[in-house]
């Protein structure tokens, strides 16, 4: 049986997930905590703080995260994990730190230079890429075991407005 943490408030020193990345955490409990936040613009988004594994690579802003320990609440960069997304990392966070991870609603996702379907408003399935912590976005009606966005705006500098949503079952 699995044990959902349900917190009442967290703590986020910057005020913002999108922008916190705490060398070591104030509240130790809250790591694994999730919250969900109403955007101005962008409706609900959810977000997970976890830590960056300490053999990762640092993370890129945007990119996907996979589990190292998600038992812990470790994630790392290395897209050998890509089969076990756990969300998309909204800050460049070096090992050892802490950040929050974007689960649910809209937010940018960093593409591949080159994706098989470009990104684009009508709702492509994303999933993240074999090679690098990056996604890619493929033909509508496309069937993939590893879903974790459908594109909701065209790329720019390789970061396109998606609807994330990752599953927390995989």
């Not at 976890?50 to 993370?59: H, I, M």
């Amino acid at each position: 049986m699995s044990l959902t943490s349900v917190q009442q408030a967290v703590y986020i020193a910057t005020g913002d997930p999108e922008t916190d990345n705490p060398t070591s955490l104030q509240f130790p409990g809250q790591l694994g905590a999730t919250v969900t936040i109403q955007h101005a613009t962008q409706g609900r988004k959810t977000y997970q703080l976890v830590k960056v594994n300490s053999g990762s690579a640092t993370l890129t802003a945007h990119a996907c995260v996979f589990w190292a320990d998600k038992h812990n609440y470790e994630v790392i960069a290395a897209a050998t994990n890509h089969g076990r997304a756990a969300g998309i990392a909204k800050v460049a966070a070096a090992a050892s730190t802490f950040c929050w991870i974007q689960k649910k609603g809209l937010g940018l996702v960093r593409f591949a230079a080159a994706p098989t379907s470009a990104p684009d408003a009508t709702g492509k399935p994303v999933r993240p890429t074999a090679t690098v912590a990056e996604a890619d976005s493929v033909a509508l009606g496309t069937a993939l075991d590893n879903q974790i966005a459908r594109t909701a705006g065209t790329a720019a500098s390789q970061l396109a407005l998606c609807d994330i949503d990752v599953d927390d079952r995989a």
